[in-house]
């Protein structure tokens, strides 16, 4: 059984940094992609960045650009975003992905609420 199992959320200032991690398991991952989506109260679920597994590739919304990063740890199983110079607007629930390169196969985590307190 696949399971994606994010932690790290919290309360933060503005201004201030969170990692979020992504504890994969119950597959191999290789040739999926990892990405990491945010929603915001009232809207929609959107991509901020991802991951080829190996950690090749990297693309990030403009909104995070310069101030997030995703990382992979093979070894761990683990996606992680480093999250800094946070912003009011950057609170939401942060949702982990594995979507299958090519393929039908999407996962996802139950989500990790960050709050940024201006």
């Known amino acids: 059984q696949v399971q994606l199992v994010e932690s790290g959320g919290g309360l933060v200032q503005a201004g201030g940094s969170l990692r979020l991690s992504c504890a994969a398991s119950g597959r191999t991952f290789s040739g999926y992609n990892m990405g990491w989506f945010r929603q915001a109260p009232g809207k929609e679920r959107d991509l901020i960045a991802r991951i080829t597994w190996s950690g090749g590739n990297t693309y990030y919304a403009d909104s995070v650009k310069g101030r997030f990063a995703i990382h992979v740890d093979n070894a761990k199983n683990t996606v992680y975003l480093q999250m800094n110079s946070l912003r009011s607007e950057d609170t939401g629930v942060y949702y982990c992905?594995?979507?299958?390169?090519?393929?039908?196969?999407?996962?996802w985590g139950q989500g990790t609420q960050v709050t940024v307190s201006s």
């Open positions: 992905n594995a979507r299958e390169v090519g393929g039908y196969s999407d996962y």
